[in-house]
């Protein structure tokens, strides 16, 4: 490590300890970098070898396969029947020991998970590998494999520093992995300097958790809200463990360029495996979701209107033997009234619109 990397790497400090102190860890688990893409970028780089493959369990999204790209490797997705579920079967199936598995949970693009169970399953598969659990919806899912950390020196937890906030322009976040992975990292990693003004927003983020509760219980609200809306002019809708909305339309290109045009952005999710005719809507402030849903009801009916309903249901997966909490305990969480996170679930409490399973 020469004296430019290390001294970037000391002044993360402040960040790692404050990182470490809200999980309850100890510092030299925690690796703090300023770009998640760069930094998978190096993780498979140092993880390559011959006859080692790249598995993205569930949909992957472009930057996990820009990574690929510039790690020189090739990505292998396992989707199963139903884009919305993690089939844990065929993932099991598809992993040989000593691979390179990547799952986000929740899913970016679809919201699918895993139950901290079926983690601990591919870990246990993958031993000899490496397992990165990309946690970026955490604070809107509430399950961890932070847990398999301690079992396992293979595992990897991605973390976004800004993502419960919704602040989009910032790919900053941390790895949580043995000490023996981190040490690495810290060894043989390229740290970028992070800028005052980001290093100022992580801070603020890592320590204001009042107003990441205000958000995650705005969103519950707004997804709620929006679904209700544009469920009564027959519009299929997913909510997700997440901030968007998945949306079924007859045709993607002319809801999103009449969306376009009324000034509301959306991602067509087309091109992804069993994704067609969905498209993808942030939760946003109650304005901004307002303009949504004004726009979907000037919207001409044959844009949107399917002549099938889509019957696939979102599991959400929980630790076997775990209770759903009740209304009221989400509330109080959301809130900030409740401090131990691990007893109660951040997940938007509706379960006609989900099945539970361990």
Same mark, same amino acid.
């Given at each position: 490590?020469?004296?430019?990397?290390?001294?970037?790497?000391?002044?993360?400090?402040?960040?790692?300890?404050?990182?470490?102190?809200?999980?309850?860890?100890?510092k030299?688990?925690?690796?703090?970098?300023?770009?998640?893409?760069?930094? %998978? $970028?190096? /993780?498979?780089?140092q993880? !390559?070898?011959?006859?080692?493959?790249?598995?993205s =369990?569930g949909?992957a999204?472009? @930057?996990?396969?820009?990574?690929a790209?510039?790690?020189?490797?090739t990505?292998?997705?396992v989707?199963?029947?139903?884009?919305?579920?993690?089939?844990?079967d065929?993932?099991?199936?598809?992993?040989?020991?000593g691979?390179?598995?990547?799952?986000?949970?929740?899913?970016?693009?679809?919201?699918a998970?895993?139950? %901290? $169970?079926? /983690?601990n399953?591919?870990? !246990?598969?993958n031993?000899?590998g490496l397992?990165? =659990?990309?946690e970026?919806?955490? @604070?809107?899912?509430?399950i961890?494999?932070?847990s398999?950390?301690?079992k396992?020196?293979?595992?990897?937890?991605?973390?976004?520093?800004?993502?419960?906030?919704?602040?989009?322009?910032?790919?900053?976040?941390?790895?949580?992995?043995?000490?023996?992975?981190?040490?690495?990292?810290?060894?043989?990693?390229?740290?970028?300097?992070?800028?005052?003004?980001?290093?100022?927003?992580?801070?603020?983020?890592?320590?204001?958790?009042?107003?990441?509760?205000e958000?995650?219980?705005?969103?519950?609200?707004?997804?709620?809200?929006?679904?209700?809306?544009l469920?009564?002019?027959?519009?299929?809708?997913?909510?997700?463990?997440?901030?968007?909305?998945?949306?079924?339309?007859?045709?993607?290109?002319?809801?999103?360029?009449?969306?376009?045009?009324?000034?509301?952005?959306i991602?067509?999710?087309?091109?992804?495996?069993?994704?067609?005719?969905?498209?993808?809507?942030?939760?946003?402030?109650?304005?901004?979701?307002?303009?949504?849903?004004?726009?979907?009801?000037k919207?001409?009916?044959?844009?949107y209107k399917?002549?099938?309903?889509?019957?696939?249901?979102?599991?959400?997966?929980?630790?076997?033997?775990?209770k759903?909490?009740p209304?009221?305990?989400?509330?109080?969480?959301?809130?900030?009234?409740i401090?131990?996170?691990?007893?109660?679930?951040?997940?938007?409490?509706?379960?006609?619109l989900?099945?539970?399973?361990?």
């Open positions: 490590m020469n004296i430019y990397t290390k001294t970037l790497h000391e002044s993360n400090d402040d960040i790692a300890q404050l990182t470490a102190q809200n999980h309850r860890l100890p030299n688990v925690i690796f703090p970098f300023s770009d998640n893409r760069e930094f %998978l $970028t190096e /993780l498979f780089i993880h !390559e070898c011959d006859g080692v493959n790249l598995i =369990i949909t999204t472009p @930057d996990i396969a820009i990574a790209d510039k790690a020189n490797m990505i292998r997705e989707v199963g029947k139903n884009p919305f579920t993690y089939s844990f065929s993932t099991i199936e598809e992993i040989k020991n691979d390179i598995v990547y799952i986000a949970n929740p899913n970016k693009i679809t919201g998970n895993f139950s %901290l $169970t079926g /983690l399953k591919i870990a !246990e598969k031993k000899d397992v990165i =659990i990309d970026y919806y955490f @604070d809107f899912y509430g961890t494999g932070l398999l950390i301690e396992y020196e293979n595992v990897v937890i991605l973390r976004s520093f800004t993502a419960a906030f919704g602040i989009y322009s910032s790919d900053a976040g941390y790895a949580v992995s043995s000490k023996k992975i981190v040490a690495r990292c810290k060894e043989m990693f390229p740290q970028k300097h992070i800028s005052t003004i980001l290093r100022k927003t992580i801070l603020a983020t890592v320590a204001n958790q009042d107003v990441s509760n958000r995650l219980h705005e969103i519950r609200e707004e997804a709620l809200r929006i679904t209700k809306k469920t009564r002019l027959g519009i299929q809708c997913r909510i997700t463990a997440t901030d968007f909305l998945l949306i079924r339309v007859a045709s993607p290109k002319d809801v999103g360029n009449f969306l376009n045009r009324n000034k509301v952005d991602e067509n999710l087309s091109g992804y495996p069993k994704m067609n005719h969905y498209i993808r809507i942030r939760i946003e402030s109650y304005f901004s979701n307002d303009r949504v849903i004004k726009a979907f009801e919207m001409p009916e044959n844009f399917m002549k099938s309903v889509e019957k696939h249901s979102m599991t959400l997966h929980r630790p076997k033997g775990e759903i909490e209304r009221s305990q989400i509330d109080k969480l959301l809130n900030g009234k401090k131990d996170r691990s007893k109660t679930t951040q997940t938007i409490n509706a379960k006609h989900f099945k539970i399973a361990d």
